[in-house]
T-cell receptor
Framework: DVKVTQSSRYLVKRTGEKVFLECVQD?????MFWYRQDPGLGLRLIYF???????EKGDIPEGYSVSREKKERFSLILESASTNQTSMYLC????????????FGPGTRLTVL | KQEVTQIPAALSVPEGENLVLNCSFT??????LQWFRQDPGKGLTSLLL?????REQTSGRLNASLDKSSGRSTLYIAASQPGDSATYLC??????????FGKGTRLSVIA
């Protein structure tokens, strides 16, 4: 079974803090993705990566950056957290190729005060 | 730009009923369509993936169909159970976008 894990289920941070969300997958997948999910807006793609050190912007990259130093790990970074970044963050992974089945982690509920 | 719509937004049915969830998409040039289940506060669980060349996929009590030309997919759940209560999300893969999601249908199965 594919396993995608996220470092925290719940996280509370202050405005202006630097925040790291970590995602690890154990199936040697080439692709990894970060989404955020908000009521009424659904899931929106922030960034994705198709290889180590490679990244592509999704629909809403503003205010975020990512890092992929190892194949199994994909980090989402909020350089200076703001209250409008309070959301559920979901990580996913898939095999090489843009249109393969995606497998999701349990999510991180981030609250920025 | 691909848009995915799921109707209804919420559905409540008695236990044992067969039900259909609907998904429509605006651009029929898709690679595949994926159905997910999400329990409150949790991540997404992949239920079924239908490739563009397929008409349907089955897994247990679930059957998903795809009519690419009309831009529609349905998820059929047979003999619903309270444990089926969750939000069901439809997502399509097309163009240069990995997945575009609908906003989901929140299903409640009443015992």
């Amino acid at each position: 079974d594919v396993k995608v894990t996220q470092s925290s289920r719940y996280l509370v941070k202050r405005t202006g803090e630097k925040v790291f969300l970590e995602c690890v997958q154990d199936m040697d997948h080439e692709n990894m993705f970060w989404y955020r999910q908000d009521p009424g807006l659904g899931l929106r793609l922030i960034y994705f990566s198709y290889d180590v050190k490679m990244k592509e912007k999704g629909d809403i990259p503003e205010g975020y950056s990512v890092s992929r130093e190892k194949k199994e790990r994909f980090s989402l970074i909020l350089e200076s957290a703001s209250t409008n970044q309070t959301s559920m963050y979901l990580c996913a992974s898939s095999l090489q190729g843009l249109h393969n089945e995606q497998f999701f982690g349990p999510g991180t509920r981030l609250t920025v005060l | 730009k691909q848009e995915v719509t799921q109707i209804p937004a919420a559905l409540s049915v008695p236990e044992g009923e067969n039900l259909v969830l609907n998904c429509s998409f605006t651009d029929s040039a898709i690679y595949n369509l994926q159905w997910f289940r999400q329990d409150p506060g949790k991540g997404l669980t992949s239920l079924l993936l239908i490739q563009s060349s397929q008409r349907e996929q089955t897994s247990g009590r679930l059957n998903a169909s795809l009519d690419k030309s009309s831009g529609r997919s349905t998820l059929y759940i047979a003999a619903s159970q309270p444990g089926d209560s969750a939000t069901y999300l439809c997502a399509v893969s097309s163009g240069n976008t990995p997945l575009v999601f609908g906003k989901g249908t929140r299903l409640s199965v009443i015992a």
